[in-house]
């Protein structure tokens, strides 16, 4: 197969260009090594794939594991469109549309576990899912695994919309006899018309609620995020309600769920996505989000007190949750390389 680069070499770059350095540079040396249905992937060369966490806000990680830059899935809410611009791609389709694989990824973790002292939870998938489509070719997070199973001591939570977790469950066991491990994975809504338009390409829910079942039966802790929850869109009472229900079905082992947070790359997305869909609540969310990109803080109130309640009326745990909370939230850059 021809191998055709993405961009041209930083040394090659016109003078009026500027140097690109870092991460872009990287990107821009890239090999495409698949075209077609309007998404490329390329390599990526890497120098480092365990990131510590630097962030303001208390997150429930301190290193995260991306095994790809970009993903397929294409979101309407996705909040990560902004990490394609470190590597000078700007348009926020780009980031669905040109998937970076990470070379080398299971000898860089090799190496760089010994800087995780025990206590320190790991995040796999903060800003991208390590099992979207290019996983089942390219098996980045299958080798990642590979080498957990190797150590011990380790606390582990895989954030997924994918049902392809379950080809991975006797390596996620092999994880789970000498570490802490929870596989969280996200549906939005059971509605599936409704997921298909905000998750265009994700697998259908009730098929990541079938993996949820089958984790657990193999013996590895799954459970639910239902994150972003959408104001007016899937935070009706009777639609969440109608998700614990589907969760505590399949044996989830917790449920919790996290509001929208809009950053303007998103935004850009997510708003024209609303004008054609949801027209009625486009000056809704303009008010919303015009100065800020989380909700007030009584509306996160109201969504965990009705979380409680509904975890208790359909008798699932969230005992997991606090351990486990290594979803797709606002993280910083140094998390993402």
């Known amino acids: 197969m021809a191998m055709l680069p993405l961009l041209?070499?930083?040394?090659?770059?016109?003078?009026?260009?500027?140097?690109?350095?870092?991460?872009?540079?990287?990107?821009?040396?890239?090999?495409?090594v698949?075209?077609?249905?309007?998404v490329e992937y390329f390599t990526l060369g890497t120098r480092s794939l365990l990131s510590r966490v630097v962030s303001a806000r208390q997150l429930p990680f301190t290193w995260a594991i991306n095994p790809y830059r970009g993903c397929e899935f294409a979101c309407k809410y996705c909040y990560a469109r902004y990490t394609h611009e470190f590597m000078e791609l700007r348009d926020g389709m780009d980031f669905e549309r040109k998937i970076f694989i990470k070379q080398h990824a299971a000898g860089l973790l090799r190496s760089e576990l010994k800087k995780v002292k025990r206590g320190e939870p790991i995040a796999i998938g903060t800003a991208t899912d390590p099992y979207q489509p290019a996983e089942r070719r390219f098996e980045v997070t299958r080798a990642i695994l590979e080498e957990l199973a190797k150590h011990s001591g380790l606390e582990i939570g895989i954030?997924?919309?994918?049902?392809?977790?379950?080809?991975?469950?006797?390596?996620?066991?092999?994880?789970?006899?000498?570490?802490?491990?929870?596989?969280?994975?996200?549906?939005?809504?059971?509605?599936?018309?409704?997921?298909?338009?905000?998750?265009?390409?994700?697998?259908?829910?009730?098929?990541?609620?079938?993996?949820?079942?089958?984790?657990?039966?193999a013996g590895v802790n799954a459970g639910v995020i239902c994150a972003p929850v959408l104001p007016d869109i899937t935070d009706h009472p009777r639609d969440l309600e109608a998700l614990v229900k589907a969760a505590s079905d399949v044996g989830a082992k917790y449920i919790y769920a996290n509001p929208l947070f809009l950053k303007p790359c998103s935004a850009a997305v997510f708003m024209p996505f609303l004008a054609e869909h949801f027209p009625a609540l486009v000056d809704g969310y303009r008010k919303r989000y015009e100065s800020r990109a989380f909700l007030p803080k009584g509306y996160s109130e109201r969504l965990s007190?009705?979380?409680?309640?509904?975890r208790q009326k359909y008798k699932i745990g969230n005992e997991h949750a606090r351990r486990s909370r290594s979803a797709h939230i606002e993280v910083s850059q140094m998390d993402l390389f």
């Open 34 to 38: 698949r075209e077609g249905h309007n």
């Open 159 to 217: 954030v997924t919309k994918s049902n392809l977790v379950t080809r991975d469950a006797e390596i996620l066991r092999r994880v789970s006899e000498q570490n802490r491990i929870f596989v969280n994975v996200t549906v939005t809504t059971v509605d599936i018309e409704l997921a298909r338009k905000l998750e265009p390409r994700a697998p259908r829910p009730d098929l990541r609620l079938e993996a949820v079942r089958q984790l657990n039966l």
């Open 8 to 32: 041209p070499d930083a040394e090659s770059q016109p003078e009026s260009q500027p140097k690109l350095i870092g991460i872009a540079r990287l990107a821009a040396a890239g090999e495409s």
């Open 305 to 310: 007190q009705l979380m409680s309640a509904l």
